[in-house]
Nanobody, 114 residues
Framework: QVQLVESGGGLVQPGGSLRLSCAAS????????MAWYRQAPGDQRELVAI???????NYADSVKGRFAISRDDAKNTVYLQMNSLKPEDTAVYYC????????WGQGTQVTVSS
């Protein structure tokens, strides 16, 4: 059974940092391009960062230079290091493949507020 479990969210002040993790099971993780998405209240889900099987990365313009996506194929886990957080980064963060082809997990809430 395919499962994506996100963790690491929380409440952080503007300028702070968080590291999100997403553990995948039920797939041959190393074969998949993986990505982080986010959805703020009232907004559509958007792609934040993506990492290919070979480790190539790409980012939404809004997070470029502040966020870093990485993966550990031995642990079937993808990470999102988020630095210099802004209130507009507040959202529920999800991981999925690069084409969002798997069932969505529960996500992890990130709230940036003073």
């Amino acid at each position: 059974q395919v499962q994506l479990v996100e963790s690491g969210g929380g409440l952080v002040q503007p300028g702070g940092s968080l590291r999100l993790s997403c553990a995948a099971s039920g797939i041959i993780f190393r074969l998949w391009t993986m990505a982080w998405y986010r959805q703020a209240p009232g907004d559509q889900r958007e792609l934040v960062a993506i990492i290919s099987r070979g480790g190539n990365t790409n980012y939404a313009d809004s997070v470029k230079g502040r966020f870093a996506i990485s993966r550990d194929d031995a642990k079937n886990t993808v990470y999102l290091q988020m630095n210099s957080l802004k209130p507009e980064d507040t959202a529920v963060y999800y991981c999925n493949t690069g084409t969002s082809s798997l069932d969505w997990g529960q996500g992890t809430q990130v709230t940036v507020s003073s």
